[in-house]
């Protein structure tokens, strides 16, 4: 039995831009400025940032704790419904679990490929994909994929071109190219192989032609920030790109605290006879108590007590979280640790912090799109095309409506400001139990009529006597 070892790290040289100029003649818009760049933020979320290979500085990981706020804030109780084709909305659900961890790893790297498999959609990190065409708007048109397979001491890589072209009937039809590689070496390319000489690819097609898409089986993932490092590359940058020497900053400022913690044991000095006295006759002496050898005087004990410099530490260690998380679009303050107020979570984020708001406002609108056409339209317009294609979802035609939770609405504060309205007969007591506690209207109407007071008659309750 052979064993065969999917590679989820990159080789060290992976196949790239000479390459697939070599392979199919095209040019790829990523300069070795953002290969190194990629590069940094990859060792950043792994906790091997530069600043810390010389194992003097411990990092925190606050880049990916920013990320994952953004995600959490970003993809808090999103919903979308699809009426009209049941089978999509199935095949979407798998995808939708997968959402909010995908939108952490988009804001911690230079974006994300979302690409069409055969059953549906695979994610994959700047490492696997050159975009090698654009639009005036930035959107890609046309890329390379990479997949990767050792299978013993040889290393295999398939390529996968994607672009639309015009046929010799001048019909825009998408073509899709795939080769495959061999290599003894895990940083070269190889020769080229058949597809089928590879068990996991043997079922691919060297060339398809599809008619009839309007848009690649692929979309690019971006985030809502320029590129300031590579202006003509078609990738945008991380969430916390412009704060990279903040972030180690923060790991420095931290580590000296958790340093001076560690070293703030109290600690007691006796001259080392007294240890040797203590040895000799089994004498268990308490943790604190330590020898030191301070010449002749016997008598000499000294007392260490550290003296913790929490206040000024905590102050410099706030005023960078402040700085890293208004750079990273939060509003400020948003980071800072304290007593009365934390770190917020979703649920917590006020109407004032507008900042934040807008932020995470820019990322759903990626999602969505202006016109209902981000990243989320986009993931589902490849499932149904590929689903129709191979027979798992039916040919009909469907509507999404894509919702996401209101961060600045409070249940609390709406069931006081409500029931202060039905008090003002403003609103019938019946809509505030139908809005707030699920009941419907028929039944929210009849519990009221059970508790109104019954009319008497003219005479009292014995006026027929």
């Not at 001048?170 to 190889?190: C, F, L, M, N």
């Amino acid at each position: 039995m052979k064993i065969i070892d999917a590679i989820k790290a990159v080789w060290n040289k992976m196949i790239g831009k000479n390459d697939i100029k070599r392979i199919w003649g095209i040019e790829s818009g990523r300069s070795s400025e953002m290969d190194t760049a990629i590069q940094l933020y990859k060792n950043m979320r792994s906790g091997i940032p530069s600043w810390c290979v010389n194992g003097k500085i411990r990092t925190t990981r606050f880049s990916n704790v920013i990320c994952r706020e953004i995600a959490n804030l970003t993809m808090f109780n999103t919903n979308v419904e699809i009426t009209g084709n049941e089978a999509l909305q199935k095949k979407f659900d798998a995808v939708m679990n997968k959402l909010q961890e995908r939108q952490e790893e988009s804001c911690a790297s230079c974006g994300i490929m979302v690409k069409s498999t055969q059953d549906g959609v695979e994610f994959l990190d700047p490492d696997y994909f050159l975009i090698t065409d654009t639009n005036t708007d930035g959107d890609a048109l046309a890329a390379v994929f990479f997949s990767y397979i050792k299978k013993g001491d040889k290393y295999y890589t398939k390529a996968e071109y994607h672009r639309f072209e015009n046929n010799e009937e001048d019909e825009r039809v998408y073509h899709i190219s795939s080769k495959a590689y061999k290599s003894d070496r895990k940083d070269q390319i190889g020769t080229e192989i058949p597809l089928s000489k590879v068990e996991e690819w043997k079922d691919i097609q060297p060339e398809v032609l599809i008619n009839g898409l309007e848009y690649p089986l692929f979309v690019y993932w971006r985030n809502p920030f320029a590129n300031a490092i590579d202006k003509e590359s078609p990738l945008t940058v991380p969430v916390f790109a412009e704060c990279i020497e903040e972030l180690r900053w923060l790991d420095i400022a931290l580590n000296m605290f958790g340093d001076e913690t560690e070293d703030s044991r109290h600690v007691t000095y006796v001259p080392q006879t007294a240890i040797e006295y203590a040895n000799s006759h089994s004498i268990e002496l308490p943790r604190f108590v330590q020898g030191i050898e301070m010449g002749t005087n016997e008598d000499n004990i000294k007392e260490h007590v550290p003296t913790l410099l929490v206040t000024e530490r905590v102050a410099g260690i706030n005023f960078l979280l402040s700085i890293i998380g208004y750079k990273c679009g939060f509003s400020n303050g948003y980071f800072s640790f304290d007593e009365s107020r934390g770190i917020q979570t979703a649920t917590q984020v006020e109407s004032d912090d507008r900042r934040t708001l807008h932020t995470i406002e820019s990322f759903r609108t990626i999602l969505d799109g202006k016109n209902h056409d981000g990243v989320i339209h986009r993931i589902l317009y490849i499932l149904y095309a590929t689903g129709t294609a191979n027979g798992t979802i039916p040919a009909s035609g469907y509507q999404t409506a894509c919702e996401f939770e209101d961060l600045v609405y409070n249940l609390e504060d709406d069931r006081a400001r409500w029931w202060n309205y039905v008090l003002q007969n403003k609103v019938p007591a019946w809509r505030y139990f139908v809005k707030f506690e699920g009941m419907t209207e028929s039944e929210a109407k009849s519990m009221i009529e059970e508790t109104e007071p019954k009319e008497e008659g003219l005479f009292g309750k014995y006026g027929e006597e």
